[in-house]
């Protein structure tokens, strides 16, 4: 086999050596991984693009989080606090509508090219302008395809002034520009790949354009992610060359290539796994609370679903108890409301329990009370696929006979945005540190119509919500944060009563990795998982 006729992933990992065949022919080799490559074994089959304007998957978010710059991160070790990225500065108006940004001198993009605030200001007009999922985090603010030029613009090469609609908590517009959609992409490289005016969008599906520590040479989906350092970082170089994103989903396989030394990180490990790896002298364990919930939820298309009592009675169909002590032993909390604990507001009231009978008056009441048929999408994924095994079978005791759909995260995502499915088990992590973020998909809905521009989550599960929109938009303009904690703890109130979310834990990330790994930190959110900080010995 010629070197040069390998794809791109293929290549650095052989140029490291044989150390690593097997991940380039799946040899079973007892070698170590090179000492420059961080390997890592990971489910990422929702990965859809690479396009910052687009990734609002948990696994693309990580990978954004480690190739893009942005205005600003969130402190990892603080996420109340916010640190500059390429921004030296920011001061806000006194009438809190107008956010200028100085930016820091001498930036670069991988390709070289200057970064300056031209380039900030292009690649947030960019964003609004493609209006795809996760552009609301930034409309949300006034801005529009025909205005966004204007509410948003370079007024020195390092001085960039961001205009709002209204005067918002000042926290909430930061939180929302340490997003990914807020990354900064590299107007040259960009305008010369754009086809009939789509800012390069159909190019940088699969490709880069960015100025972060690490840069994305190739991804292969549902394979690999091949990450490599940039050398035109401004900030402290990664101390690897690069990171190698393995495609894999079963948590017995990757403890095996941890054990064996094939991989040096393992992400998607059972509890039974962690189990077994504590006593091992060359594996070590981190772990973080996650801004991530997992739920299931009814879409309101579906008649039957659309019942109060049937909403109700499903949320007492789930026996948390026991999903808590073995599905998610230590990779999670039982959790029953939309707000992960951590951020403002946050309630840890959880008063859903297994009650078959309370179910079934509940479906009696319902005019169902010998229950109906219902099919549920669900990801082929641990603990998910467990956790809806468990539902089908305490449902089936008041009658209600549930089919399991299975698919990859691309397939079911796909059928959850089109509306059309019933049911749909699915985890959700905050887009930026501020309780709008999750108010803003679980308790906002301002169209429910097909033809809808915001698609929250309340939307594709067809939840017309006029008042419950009123007050979630009151609460992101409450200045004051005591008066605004407790709005998000009155939403989350009427939520866990009346929603067709039935909300079941929040996760708590787990990272098995060798012992010769320093620096791994898991961060509150995927894309402040930062594997460029990381080093071998």
Same mark, same amino acid.
């Given at each position: 086999?010629?070197?040069?006729?390998?794809?791109?992933?293929?290549?650095?990992?052989?140029?490291?050596?044989?150390?690593?065949?097997?991940?380039?022919?799946?040899?079973?080799?007892?070698?170590?991984?090179?000492?420059?490559?961080?390997?890592?074994?990971?489910?990422?089959?929702?990965?859809?693009?690479?396009?910052?304007?687009?990734?609002?998957?948990?696994?693309?978010?990580?990978?954004?989080?480690?190739?893009?710059?942005?205005?600003?991160?969130?402190?990892?070790?603080?996420?109340?606090?916010?640190?500059?990225?390429? +921004?030296?500065?920011?001061?806000? $108006?006194?009438?809190?509508?107008?956010?200028?940004?100085?930016?820091?001198?001498?930036?670069?993009? +991988?390709?070289?090219?200057?970064?300056?605030?031209?380039?900030?200001?292009?690649?947030?007009?960019?964003?609004?302008?493609?209006?795809? $999922?996760?552009?609301?985090?930034?409309?949300?603010?006034?801005?529009?395809?025909?205005?966004?030029?204007?509410?948003?613009?370079?007024?020195?090469?390092?001085?960039?002034?961001?205009?709002?609609?209204?005067?918002?908590?000042?926290?909430?517009?930061?939180?929302?520009?340490?997003?990914?959609?807020?990354?900064?992409?590299?107007?040259?490289?960009?305008?010369?790949?754009?086809?009939?005016?789509?800012?390069?969008?159909? #190019?940088?599906?699969?490709?880069?354009?960015?100025?972060?520590?690490?840069?994305?040479?190739?991804?292969?989906?549902?394979?690999?992610?091949?990450?490599?350092?940039?050398?035109?970082?401004?900030?402290?170089?990664?101390?690897?060359?690069?990171?190698?994103?393995?495609?894999?989903?079963?948590?017995?396989?990757?403890?095996?290539?941890?054990?064996?030394?094939?991989?040096?990180?393992?992400?998607?490990?059972?509890?039974?796994?962690?189990?077994?790896?504590?006593?091992?002298?060359?594996?070590?364990?981190?772990?973080?609370?996650?801004?991530?919930?997992?739920?299931?939820?009814?879409?309101?298309?579906? +008649?039957?679903?659309?019942?109060?009592?049937?909403?109700?009675?499903?949320?007492?169909?789930?026996?948390?108890?026991?999903?808590?002590?073995?599905?998610?032993?230590?990779?999670?909390?039982?959790?029953?409301?939309?707000?992960?604990?951590?951020?403002?507001?946050?309630?840890?009231?959880?008063?859903?329990?297994?009650?078959?009978?309370?179910?079934?008056?509940?479906?009696?009441?319902?005019?169902?009370?010998?229950?109906?048929?219902?099919?549920?999408?669900?990801?082929?994924?641990?603990?998910?696929?467990?956790?809806?095994?468990?539902?089908?079978?305490?449902?089936?005791?008041?009658?209600?006979?549930?089919?399991?759909?299975?698919?990859?995260?691309?397939?079911?995502?796909?059928?959850?945005?089109?509306?059309?499915?019933?049911?749909?088990?699915?985890?959700?992590?905050?887009?930026? #540190?501020?309780?709008?973020?999750?108010?803003?998909?679980?308790?906002?809905?301002?169209?429910?119509?097909?033809?809808?521009?915001?698609?929250?989550?309340?939307?594709?599960?067809?939840?017309?919500?006029?008042?419950?929109?009123?007050? $979630?938009?009151?609460?992101?303009?409450?200045?004051?944060?005591?008066?605004?904690?407790?709005?998000?703890?009155?939403?989350?109130?009427?939520?866990?009563?009346?929603?067709?979310?039935?909300?079941?834990?929040?996760?708590?990330?787990?990272?098995?990795?060798?012992?010769?790994?320093?620096?791994?930190?898991?961060?509150?959110?995927?894309?402040?998982?930062?594997?460029?900080?990381?080093?071998?010995?």
């Amino acid at each position: 086999m010629k070197y040069q006729s390998l794809p791109l992933s293929r290549r650095l990992l052989c140029a490291t050596g044989a150390a690593v065949l097997l991940l380039c022919h799946g040899a079973s080799a007892l070698a170590a991984t090179p000492k420059d490559t961080l390997v890592i074994a990971f489910g990422f089959d929702d990965i859809i693009t690479m396009d910052p304007a687009e990734a609002f998957e948990l696994s693309a978010g990580e990978i954004m989080g480690n190739t893009y710059d942005r205005l600003v991160r969130l402190d990892v070790s603080d996420p109340s606090k916010l640190i500059g990225d390429v +921004a030296k500065s920011w001061t806000v $108006s006194p009438d809190g509508r107008t956010y200028i940004f100085e930016l820091k001198p001498g930036l670069k993009f +991988a390709s070289g090219n200057p970064l300056t605030a031209e380039e900030v200001a292009y690649s947030l007009q960019r964003a609004v302008s493609l209006d795809k $999922s996760p552009a609301f985090i930034l409309t949300q603010f006034g801005f529009t395809k025909d205005n966004v030029k204007d509410k948003i613009k370079a007024t020195g090469p390092l001085s960039l002034t961001i205009e709002t609609d209204k005067a918002f908590a000042p926290t909430f517009v930061l939180n929302c520009l340490t997003a990914n959609i807020a990354a900064i992409v590299d107007k040259k490289l960009l305008m010369s790949k754009e086809l009939n005016g789509d800012w390069g969008y159909g #190019w940088l599906k699969t490709h880069y354009a960015g100025s972060g520590p690490m840069k994305l040479r190739e991804w292969r989906a549902n394979e690999i992610v091949a990450l490599e350092r940039n050398d035109s970082y401004y900030g402290d170089k990664p101390k690897l060359a690069r990171v190698i994103y393995r495609h894999v989903k079963e948590a017995a396989t990757q403890r095996l290539l941890l054990e064996k030394g094939d991989i040096d990180i393992a992400r998607n490990l059972s509890p039974q796994d962690i189990a077994a790896l504590t006593g091992n002298k060359d594996v070590k364990i981190t772990s973080t609370p996650k801004g991530t919930v997992y739920y299931i939820s009814l879409n309101q298309k579906n +008649a039957t679903l659309a019942k109060p009592e049937v909403r109700e009675a499903i949320k007492w169909l789930i026996d948390y108890s026991a999903i808590g002590d073995t599905l998610i032993k230590n990779i999670g909390v039982v959790h029953q409301n939309f707000l992960p604990i951590g951020l403002l507001g946050a309630s840890t009231e959880n008063p859903y329990k297994l009650d078959v009978d309370k179910a079934k008056a509940l479906l009696a009441k319902a005019g169902v009370p010998n229950g109906f048929k219902v099919t549920i999408d669900m990801r082929t994924i641990q603990p998910v696929q467990g956790i809806v095994e468990a539902f089908q079978q305490t449902a089936k005791r008041a009658g209600i006979e549930v089919e399991i759909v299975p698919g990859d995260g691309k397939q079911t995502l796909t059928k959850y945005r089109a509306r059309t499915h019933d049911m749909y088990i699915g985890q959700w992590g905050a887009d930026y #540190w501020d309780p709008h973020s999750n108010a803003d998909t679980f308790t906002r809905n301002p169209d429910n119509g097909d033809d809808a521009k915001a698609k929250p989550l309340a939307w594709r599960n067809a939840w017309a919500i006029p008042d419950l929109t009123k007050k $979630s938009d009151a609460a992101v303009l409450e200045r004051d944060a005591g008066k605004r904690k407790a709005m998000y703890e009155e939403l989350q109130a009427e939520f866990r009563k009346t929603s067709p979310f039935v909300m079941l834990y929040q996760q708590t990330e787990v990272a098995a990795y060798r012992n010769n790994v320093d620096g791994l930190k898991l961060g509150p959110t995927f894309d402040t998982n930062y594997m460029f900080r990381v080093s071998k010995r």
